[in-house]
């Protein structure tokens, strides 16, 4: 099924935003890459402001699955394994060409004013995904699922970071020693195979 207008426009503003960051793009600059006219784009957003919280509700969502879908495939169905699979799900990440570093955390640097509604919706995104992490934690069987989960959202971040401004290949390979780390302090120790 081909993408509707508005996610036509959403997907051309993310690949802009993403390499010029959004306050270098101007609407023409969407309009010319999504090839809609100014009364197409207003018929499905009210300004620039509008279309850049409804990206980041859409990749919110869209990361959020992605993420899990990630640990899964590394890690398996068993959550503590899903949690180890870190390293291998972030080079996925990376190596897919399409990293250009976290939206939210590129969001979060030019909408710095706490409390703007940009700003807000990349704070909501980081408490959703380590909220993810602290309920995979809890399966796991984690005695502090919060705590694992801060920690390992502090891993994911600098890795994020990392990546995107040094270009560290082993970024991936080192935030997976970390939350290995983190893990095995966490979790009790898997039951030996009968």
């Known amino acids: 099924m081909p993408p509707t207008t508005r996610e036509q426009l959403m997907t051309a503003a993310f690949d802009v935003f993403q390499r010029d960051g959004f306050h270098e793009v101007g609407l023409e600059q969407i309009l010319d890459v999504a090839c809609v006219s100014k009364t197409t784009f207003y018929n499905h957003f009210e300004s620039k402001d509008d279309l850049v919280l409804a990206l980041l509700s859409w990749r919110d969502r869209w990361w959020r699955d992605e993420f899990v879908e990630l640990l899964r495939r590394h890690g398996g169905e068993r959550p503590r394994d899903q ?112």
């Open 83 to 194: 949690l180890l699979a870190l390293g291998p799900a972030l080079e996925e990440m990376f190596a897919s060409g399409e990293f250009h570093g976290c939206v939210f955390v590129n969001v979060a640097v030019e909408y710095r004013r706490a409390g703007s509604p940009a700003n807000r919706a990349a704070v909501l995104h980081k408490q959703s995904m380590e909220g993810v992490i602290r309920q995979l934690a809890a399966y796991a069987g984690a005695s502090d699922p919060t705590s694992l989960a801060q920690e390992f959202s502090v891993v994911l971040e600098g890795a994020y970071v990392t990546r995107s401004v040094t270009g560290n290949p082993k970024a991936a390979e080192i935030a997976g020693r970390l939350a290995t780390s983190i893990v095995e302090r966490h979790l009790p120790a898997p039951a030996p195979l009968a």
